[in-house]
């Protein structure tokens, strides 16, 4: 494959959200649907035996919360998707800060019965700063929380963001029957099982006017779905994607990540829309990840995992250019090559 053409097939982005808003269960269930894995983790579960992928640390399997951001990959519709889980809590929070210079876009994972969290207003402002894109994950549907539209004016309020839904559900709580896909245009119908990888859709083009939604969703829930349906129509702008590139429009998505619910809809949309590598600002000039020439920065060090021995991992964002192993490459602030 050429040289361009494996630099526009590479997404990289990070998931941020304040503690416990199931950043790393969302994780897992990329990575299932990825086929990196054949089983979701789950970070505190009596049913799940399983611990999660990217909670390898044994402090992070013992208190169920992410200490510190970890890196991992998949290939999905042949794209190449570098995962990065950072940590929620502020205690943590200079690892996620410094994962943000790293990352090319972000997804930020909202707690729907919590809505928008202290840390979560402070990571976002910092994507606000560097303009990076944003796409909107609310979590834990499935569970009694806030109105969907009470919650994306929340968003809009708190974090600044101007939002437009890409999926909508269809009910909330005990009442949760699924989520409507504006994206695709299809249902998606909740059946609560976790176990099924992927929920069986049924096309709806036209929601307005067709009778199948009463005998799918049941009358009520119908009509008040083609009530919001016109209400997003009308309040909410069109996606457009040069806007979300800018970081002027977020896209909103929900679903229940511990349930697979919803994953599958942020993930397709997610590979469609979310940019290749941009450039990168340096002290002297803009990079372009399109020069030959190798340049990256450690964004990351994890030292002394290995109790055995005395152990040093770099993480590079190779920002330009191919790297290879066993090759010298200068260091710009020792000025040597390493």
Same mark, same amino acid.
């Not at 994780?27 to 979701?40: P, R, S, V």
């Not at 970070?43 to 640390?57: E, H, L, P, Q, R």
């Not at 994607?241 to 993930?267: H, I, M």
């Given at each position: 494959?050429?040289?361009?053409? $494996?630099?526009?097939?590479?997404?990289?982005?990070?998931?941020?959200?304040?503690?416990?808003? =199931?950043?790393?269960?969302?994780?897992?269930?990329?990575?299932?649907?990825?086929?990196? /894995?054949?089983?979701?983790?789950?970070?505190?579960?009596?049913?799940?035996?399983? =611990?999660?992928?990217? &909670?390898?640390?044994?402090?992070?399997?013992?208190?169920?919360?992410?200490?510190?951001?970890?890196?991992?990959?998949?290939?999905?519709?042949?794209?190449?998707? +570098? /995962?990065?889980?950072?940590? =929620?809590?502020?205690?943590f929070a200079e690892d996620t800060f410094r994962t943000l210079t790293a990352v090319d876009s972000v997804i930020v994972v909202i707690d729907v019965a919590k809505g928008v969290e202290e840390q979560t207003e402070k990571l976002v402002a910092v994507c606000r700063m560097r303009n990076i894109p944003m796409i909107v994950f609310i979590n834990k549907l499935d569970r009694e929380g806030?109105?969907?539209?009470?919650?994306? &004016?929340?968003? $809009?309020?708190?974090?600044?963001?101007?939002?437009?839904?890409?999926?909508?559900?269809?009910?909330?709580?005990?009442?949760?029957?699924?989520?409507?896909?504006?994206?695709?245009?299809?249902? +998606?119908?909740?059946?609560?099982?976790?176990?099924?990888?992927?929920?069986?859709?049924?096309?709806?083009?036209?929601?307005?006017? +067709?009778?199948?939604?009463?005998?799918?969703?049941?009358?009520?829930?119908?009509?008040?779905?083609? $009530?919001?349906?016109?209400?997003?129509? $009308?309040?909410?702008?069109?996606? &457009?994607?040069?806007?979300?590139?800018?970081?002027?429009?977020?896209?909103?998505?929900? =679903?229940?990540?511990?349930?697979?619910?919803?994953? *599958?809809?942020?993930?397709?949309?997610?590979?469609?829309?979310?940019?290749?590598?941009? @450039?990168?600002?340096?002290?002297?000039?803009?990079?372009?990840?399109?020069?030959?020439?190798?340049?990256?920065?450690?964004?990351? /060090?994890?030292? +002394?995992?290995? @109790?055995?021995?005395?152990? *040093?991992?770099?993480?590079?964002?190779?920002?330009?250019?191919?790297?290879?192993?066993?090759?010298?490459?200068?260091?710009?602030?020792?000025?040597?090559?390493?």
């Amino acid at each position: 494959m050429s040289f361009l053409k $494996e630099i526009q097939r590479r997404r990289t982005f990070g998931i941020i959200s304040h503690p416990d808003a =199931g950043k790393t269960t969302l994780t897992e269930k990329l990575l299932l649907f990825g086929g990196a /894995i054949q089983e979701a983790g789950a970070v505190k579960n009596n049913k799940i035996k399983k =611990g999660a992928t990217s &909670d390898f640390m044994e402090i992070e399997r013992q208190r169920g919360i992410s200490v510190s951001t970890s890196v991992l990959a998949f290939n999905y519709k042949d794209k190449k998707i +570098n /995962i990065l889980d950072t940590p =929620g809590h502020k205690d943590f929070a200079e690892d996620t800060f410094r994962t943000l210079t790293a990352v090319d876009s972000v997804i930020v994972v909202i707690d729907v019965a919590k809505g928008v969290e202290e840390q979560t207003e402070k990571l976002v402002a910092v994507c606000r700063m560097r303009n990076i894109p944003m796409i909107v994950f609310i979590n834990k549907l499935d569970r009694e929380g806030k109105d969907a539209f009470d919650l994306m &004016d929340e968003v $809009e309020q708190k974090l600044g963001l101007t939002v437009t839904p890409l999926s909508f559900p269809i009910g909330m709580g005990y009442d949760f029957q699924g989520i409507y896909n504006l994206w695709e245009e299809n249902i +998606n119908l909740f059946s609560g099982d976790s176990r099924k990888n992927i929920e069986e859709t049924i096309a709806f083009s036209d929601v307005q006017n +067709n009778p199948e939604l009463d005998k799918i969703v049941g009358q009520k829930a119908a009509e008040k779905l083609r $009530e919001e349906l016109e209400l997003i129509d $009308e309040v909410y702008p069109k996606f &457009d994607r040069q806007d979300y590139l800018d970081g002027k429009l977020q896209p909103v998505f929900f =679903g229940s990540a511990l349930n697979n619910f919803g994953v *599958r809809e942020l993930l397709d949309c997610f590979v469609t829309i979310a940019p290749s590598p941009r @450039p990168k600002d340096s002290e002297t000039r803009l990079v372009d990840p399109k020069e030959e020439k190798m340049s990256g920065f450690v964004f990351k /060090i994890h030292a +002394n995992m290995d @109790p055995k021995h005395r152990d *040093r991992l770099a993480f590079i964002k190779i920002v330009s250019g191919t790297f290879e192993r066993n090759k010298p490459y200068y260091h710009v602030r020792q000025k040597k090559n390493l």
